[in-house]
């Protein structure tokens, strides 16, 4: 009977389970920042409420990979690095944040608010694209006011600076170019408060 040398094995299953450890390293994961306070924003009392739909993005954008360039037609993602929301979740938490920002919190509702408001805002972006010059978004949007049954319609392209080709530039980015846009969206708002 021949001993069993099992210490080389051992070895050899230690170094593989050590090397699928490494590999199987949870990605970094990247949140949109929560818009910074306009220094210039003038808080508009007693406006009309206003209802912010759930934002609608590309479905190649809508994923959990970072996108943080294009190579000609080719998207080019971040290595190992994930959205911690999926994106149109972000995007509309942000751009709500902005908004209620400028018309006050309490005039921005949310899903089970329980109050009807104003006024309905409906987004769908059309590009949300990290390019050399700066983050640039493309957004067609409506306003459909309560009272009178007045809409609005338009769309609005910004372009906000990128601190740095990274996952976290992009976040940063996007942010900024959502506070662009809710400027925008404000000085369309006509709707009228209810009583």
Known sequence: MRPVRSFPAVCVVAFSLALAACASAPPTLVALPSPGTPADALL???????????????????????????????????????????????????????????????????AGDGRRADAELAVEVMAL??????????????????????????????????????????????SAALSQLAEALVAQLRCQASA
């Open 129 to 174: 694209d990290p390019r050399s010059d700066g983050l640039h978004l493309d957004a067609r949007w409506s306003i459909a006011c309560r009272a009178g049954g007045r809409s609005t319609a338009g769309r609005e392209a910004v372009v906000a600076a990128m601190p740095a080709d990274t996952p976290q530039g992009v976040a940063v980015a996007t």
């Open 44 to 110: 508009r009392d007693g406006g009309p409420s206003l209802h912010v739909r759930h934002v609608q993005l590309p479905d190649h954008l809508d994923g959990l990979p970072v996108v943080i360039g294009h190579d000609h037609e080719v998207l080019v993602v971040a290595e190992r690095t994930e959205w911690a929301e999926r994106p149109s979740q972000g995007v509309t938490r942000v751009l709500r944040d902005a908004l209620a920002q400028r018309l006050g919190s309490s005039q921005v509702l949310i």
